[in-house]
């Protein structure tokens, strides 16, 4: 069964540019949620999706956005990058059975440096 | 506002060592806890889930506790491996969401 998988894995832009990442779950889960990795503050949650709707959002500026397609897919914009954007990005999906979230599964990331 | 703590930041034992991490949470209202591992530069992979009933979840030579109350879960980790140097993450969710609230993980390095 394939993980979660994330691409682009590595890409680097320019300050003012805008980035898209794409996701796509384990077969079958419909939960997908977004994480910001940084060595200050840590991982962060940007957002959770769940059947093409937004569940659940962090704290983090409306420059950062996502959203899911009806196959589960999903995808995540930042849009006017700016340094402090730089950072490994993370999509996990969880199976949800009955209303329940289940255990997270993570991929391998992207890795986004903004010069 | 949850926060969660690992303790210690670091640690560096010999091979063969049982050793445990330490976990605390802030609001003990939480659904579930579950572990983490990261290996540098890559994702996280899922080591146990506890849910919020239960009090312990193992996995072979992994055992995690949950003790909702005093808002504590501790890893247990027997025989250590230089396989298992990484970086351990314990996590938090507030409901019945992907929403997970992280600490700030603690590295092992098991040396030879």
């Known amino acids: 069964k394939a993980g979660v998988t994330q691409t682009p894995r590595y890409l680097i832009k320019t300050r003012g540019q805008q980035v898209t990442l794409s996701c796509s779950p384990i077969?079958?889960?419909?939960?997908v949620s977004w994480y910001q990795q940084t060595p200050g503050q840590g991982l962060q949650f940007l957002f959770e999706?769940?059947?093409?709707?937004?569940?659940n959002k962090g704290n983090f500026p409306g420059r950062f956005s996502g959203r899911q397609f009806s196959n589960s897919r999903s995808e995540m914009n930042v849009s006017t990058l700016e340094l402090g954007d730089s950072a490994l990005y993370l999509c996990?999906?969880?199976?949800?059975?009955?209303?329940?979230?289940?255990?997270?599964?993570f991929g391998e990331g992207s890795r986004l440096t903004v010069l | 506002k949850q926060e969660v703590t690992q303790i210690p930041a670091a640690l560096s034992v010999p091979e063969g060592e049982n050793l445990v991490l330490n976990c605390s949470f802030t609001?003990?209202?939480?659904?579930?806890l579950q572990w983490f591992r990261q290996d540098p530069g890559k994702g996280l992979t899922s080591l146990l889930l506890?849910?919020?009933?239960?009090r312990e979840q193992t996995s072979g030579r992994l055992n995690a506790s949950l003790d909702k109350s005093s808002g504590r879960s501790t890893l247990y980790i027997a025989a250590s491996q230089p396989g298992d140097s990484a970086t351990y993450l314990c996590?938090?969710?507030?409901?019945?969401?992907?929403?997970?609230?992280f600490g700030q993980g603690t590295t092992l390095q098991v040396k030879p």
């Open positions: 506890i849910q919020s009933s239960q």
């Open positions: 999706y769940f059947s093409e709707t937004q569940r």
């Open positions: 996990a999906s969880s199976y949800d059975r009955r209303g329940v979230t289940g255990e997270l599964f």
């Open positions: 077969s079958g889960h419909r939960s």
């Open positions: 996590a938090v969710s507030p409901g019945n969401t992907g929403k997970l609230i």
């Open positions: 609001d003990s209202a939480i659904y579930n």
